[in-house]
């Protein structure tokens, strides 16, 4: 089967290596539909935490079945996958957390990934996609991650919630935060970002960060400032930044991941009693709830799609989508 590999950093190699075979508890997958998600252009980019290479990337897959013995599955059927592999006996998953298992391998990131032509994944992984389009489950993932950051905030209806980041993640962020019945605030340097927002999502608020985001908050909220403020970029500055755009008895999460350490003043923070947390991945109740708004048409996934490649043009398109003027919002593959 053909296999992109991303050998080191800036670096792709197309290979031929063998179809897996089937092992118990397992379904092999024929992959149909693979988009770009920040950390794969990251690990492009080499700045990808917690990442080695050679790496197959990609895990916001949309697949049909080539071979299963999976309860309630059965060949040709489309699904998606959990791409979190956890062990199910540590802390965190004893507790109901497998999405931050101690030891996690994430499909992509820690082991080989998607972006071939049959993928090997647990039983415990698949995920039905039933009524659903191939294009609509590879995007059931990123949007299972803003509905994560969302339950994890607990936002409640008519809050304010910033979300920082107008990339997919945030895009989705926003979306989830709107369906919890928010008043949502979209973030970012880039105007196209924030157009996108304002006309394809409906979003009532956007700020440019390189305006005075605080008297812009100050107004929208009428000087109580966001209760739930949410990172999807990843980036120290923006992180640090947001600290100071957070209400009194706020809640901070961050989404975005970066490498460095995060220093904030304590007796800003202590003052407001803030809540700082982190989002990690998604549960199967993320995807469970992501797969229900979109049969209720409650969010259109197709709407970020901006690029389109087949398989074999990868290799020759995907630095291009590091370029912000080419305004990618979602690649997608097609094999």
């Known amino acids: 089967m053909k296999t992109l590999v991303c050998t080191s950093p800036h ?98 990131v820690h082991v080989d990934g998607g972006m071939r032509e049959f993928l090997l994944v647990p039983d415990s992984s698949l995920v039905s996609g039933e009524g659903l389009s191939l294009d609509e489950l590879a995007l059931v993932e990123p949007l299972a991650i803003g509905a994560h950051a969302i339950r994890r905030a607990a936002v409640e209806k008519d809050e304010f919630v910033l979300v920082v980041g107008a990339g997919p993640i945030g895009l989705g962020t926003m979306e989830f935060a709107r369906i919890a019945g928010a008043k949502v605030i979209a973030m970012d340097v880039q105007e196209s970002r924030l157009e996108f927002c304002r006309t394809k999502l409906n979003i009532p608020y956007t700020i440019n960060a390189k305006n005075d985001v605080t008297a812009e908050l100050q107004q929208i909220t009428d000087g109580d400032m966001p209760t739930v403020v949410i990172d999807a970029t990843g980036n120290l500055k923006a992180v640090t930044n947001a600290f100071q755009y957070l209400a009194h008895g706020g809640r901070y999460v961050l989404v975005g991941l970066q490498k460095e350490e995060i220093s904030f003043s304590h007796p800003e923070f202590h003052k407001r009693e803030s809540t700082l947390m982190s989002s990690r991945n998604a549960t199967r109740a993320d995807f469970d709830h992501v797969l229900a708004s979109m049969r209720k048409k409650l969010v259109d996934p197709a709407t970020y799609i901006t690029h389109r490649v087949e398989f074999g043009d990868v290799k020759d398109n995907f630095n291009s989508w590091l370029d912000p003027k080419n305004g990618v919002i979602k690649a997608m593959i097609g094999i």
């Open 11 to 108: 670096h792709f190699g197309y290979t031929e290596s063998e179809k897996p075979s089937i092992q118990p508890g397992h379904t092999l997958l024929k992959i149909q539909r693979i988009g770009v998600c920040g950390t794969d252009l990251h690990a492009f980019e080499g700045t990808q935490p917690y990442f080695s290479y050679p790496r197959i990337l990609g895990h916001e897959l949309a697949a049909t079945i080539e071979e299963t013995t999976a309860p309630g599955f059965k060949k040709e059927d489309a699904v998606t996958i959990i791409p979190y592999f956890n062990c199910g006996t540590c802390i965190a998953c004893r507790r109901g957390k497998p999405n931050c298992c101690v030891s996690m391998k994430v499909c992509g």
